[in-house]
């Protein structure tokens, strides 16, 4: 049952992509003449494994375009409808919220479909992209000069989220303001060789790795990042950092981390007004209909308080006017009384008149 939910949200999911995608890869090989994708689906089916290849193709196309780098090699896509369908080093490399891992150094990417979710990071597009990038990159390394250069961790991730155009794992630049506030951001050298195992720090160091990408592609351009790791890998500089002055000596990407933290502390609060509108909209929104109901709230009980006062000082004023009433009945009885003890009055009063 559960299966063939997964199988049906797929192939509602490999449509979209492959019809609409407009990644624009310049008539992408519709069959598999042209295709660079060798799949390994064994319980899928023929039509299945079929959209799957085309959604690979595309990915990686667009993800070697990102990269400025064609991968030389055929990438093998490995795909099974749930998670554990995959057993030992497959299924442990899995964690809880692992939609598709890639092999870079094999070229291989390993996908379970039941982790797929409609909306980025985790769409199937989304997810290709951002996995190739790391084959993409992968296949890069093989041109290195030898085996201590490899792309940094921090670098693997940005570039993979900013090409997918989606962060993982959700970590928002809230995070990352209030640590660059507090001084607690992870520096990118602690993110070189692999990222933290704990939860938190692991969120943190994906959403650090796709904000200084971006801010990096926004000032430096992502010619001269890719042009400074090539320059790196084939070994015509020390680090990274030479790499990146030998082509602009204003850079270095230390020099950059910095600026991006201090940016970060001043103006990423803002960002995060305008990259989170909604959310913002709806938690200025809740103390605000707080106001609202609590000034309503009063106002009702100004106005019943008001609403008491009348009624008490209409009461007291019908009670003058019934007292008054009396008093003028009490007066004319006694002026009745007075009047029948006097039968001359009513004849001089008479007169009077006259
Ligand atoms: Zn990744």
């Known amino acids: 049952m559960r299966v063939l939910h997964v199988i049906t949200l797929v192939v509602a999911m490999l449509l979209a992509p492959s019809c609409g995608g407009g990644t624009g890869a310049g008539g992408t090989g519709e069959g598999s003449a042209t295709s660079r994708i060798d799949i390994d689906a064994p319980a899928l089916s023929s039509e299945l494994r079929q959209s799957i290849e085309r959604a690979a193709n595309s990915a990686l196309t667009r993800a070697e375009k990102s990269m400025q780098h064609e991968v030389g090699r055929r990438v093998l896509v490995r795909c099974r409808a749930r998670v554990d369908d995959y057993h030992g080093d497959d299924r442990v490399a899995f964690r809880s919220w692992t939609v598709a891992y890639a092999r870079p150094e094999r070229a291989e990417l390993v996908l379970a479909l039941d982790r797929l979710r409609p909306d980025p990071p985790d769409d199937l597009e989304s997810v290709l992209v951002h996995e190739m990038v790391h084959v993409v990159l992968g296949d890069l390394e093989r041109e290195s000069v030898d085996d201590t250069r490899a792309v940094p961790r921090w670098l693997h991730e940005g570039l993979a989220q900013v090409a997918a155009g989606s962060r993982y794992l959700g970590g928002g630049d809230e995070a990352l303001w209030y640590r660059a506030k507090t001084d607690q951001l992870m520096s990118l050298s602690s993110l070189t060789s692999g990222f933290p195992n704990d939860d938190e720090l692991l969120r943190v160091a994906y959403a650090q ?146």
């Open 209 to 354: 790795s796709s904000s200084f990408l971006s801010w990096l592609d926004a000032r430096v351009g992502r010619d001269r990042i890719l042009a400074a790791l090539r320059s790196w890998l084939h070994g015509d500089a020390i680090n990274l950092d030479a790499a990146l002055a030998s082509l602009d000596p204003e850079w270095s990407f230390t020099l950059a981390e910095g600026l991006w933290a201090e940016d970060l502390k001043t103006s990423s609060l803002l960002a995060l007004l305008r990259n989170s509108c909604f959310n913002v909209l709806i938690l200025l929104a809740l103390p605000l209909l707080a106001i609202i109901l609590y000034k309503r709230f009063r106002r009702e009980q100004r106005a019943g308080a008001r609403l008491d006062r009348w009624e008490a000082d209409e009461e007291r004023r019908r009670l003058a006017r019934i007292a008054i009433a009396r008093q003028r009945l009490e007066a004319d009885r006694l002026d009745i009384e007075f009047v029948d003890s006097d039968p001359f009055t009513d004849v001089e009063t008479a007169q009077d008149d006259v």
